[in-house]
C-alpha cells in the first residue's frame, strides 16, 4: 500500500492545537480543533502549508506563526476605560480575567480585565495573542485523494487553486 502523503489536489484531515508563546493560554483558545481541506486549493497560511506539506499521516508537526501572520501587533489604543453601569453583568468583572457579553444589537464582546475599581474597568481589547507568537501543534490524521466531490465542495467554498 503507497504512503499517502500531503500533496496538491489530496484531503487532508488535521487536529491541531493552539498556544500563545510566553503567556498563559485562555481555554477557549486553546481547545483542539479539527479540520479538513483539499491541500493546495483551500486557502491555508504559506507558513502552516509549508509544514505540512510532505508529511504523512500520523505526523506531529509544531509551526510557529509571527504576530504578523496570526493576531498582528499588540495595540496600546485598545485598552480603554468603561463605566461598570454600563455593562450588563458589572459582578462578573474579575481582574485578570476575561469577560465576555453580547450587546443588545447582537455584537459580542469580549475584554481582559486589568484593573477594576471606582466604578470602572480598565479593558483591553487586543486579542490574547496580539503580538505573540502563535504556537501550532498539527496532527495529520488522514490523507486521501481528492474526489470530484470534493472538487465539488471546494468549488462551492470558492476554493482557490486549480
Not at 54 to 79: C, F, H, R, S
Not at 153 to 161: I, Q, V
Request: proline content about 7%; charged content about 25%; hydrophobic content about 35%.
Amino acid at each position: 500500500m503507497e504512503e499517502k502523503r500531503v500533496a496538491p489536489n489530496m484531503v487532508v484531515t488535521i487536529s491541531y492545537q493552539l498556544e500563545i508563546e510566553g503567556k498563559k493560554t485562555p481555554s477557549w483558545f486553546s481547545r483542539p480543533m479539527r479540520v479538513n481541506f483539499v491541500f493546495g486549493r483551500d486557502p491555508l497560511m504559506p507558513v502552516i502549508e509549508q509544514a505540512i506539506s510532505g508529511a504523512k499521516e500520523g505526523d506531529e508537526i509544531t509551526v510557529t506563526i509571527p504576530p504578523e501572520q496570526a493576531y498582528g501587533p499588540y495595540d496600546k489604543n485598545l485598552i480603554q476605560e468603561i463605566p461598570l453601569d454600563q455593562l450588563k453583568h458589572p459582578e462578573q468583572v474579575k481582574e485578570g480575567e476575561y469577560y465576555q457579553e453580547v450587546t443588545p444589537t447582537g455584537r459580542q464582546i469580549m475584554f481582559y480585565v486589568l484593573k477594576k475599581d471606582d466604578g470602572k474597568v480598565v479593558a483591553d481589547f487586543n486579542h490574547p495573542a496580539a503580538g505573540h507568537n502563535v504556537i501550532m501543534k498539527i496532527k495529520v490524521d488522514e490523507v486521501r485523494r481528492a474526489t470530484a466531490m470534493d472538487f465539488a465542495a471546494c468549488d462551492m467554498r470558492n476554493c482557490g487553486g486549480g
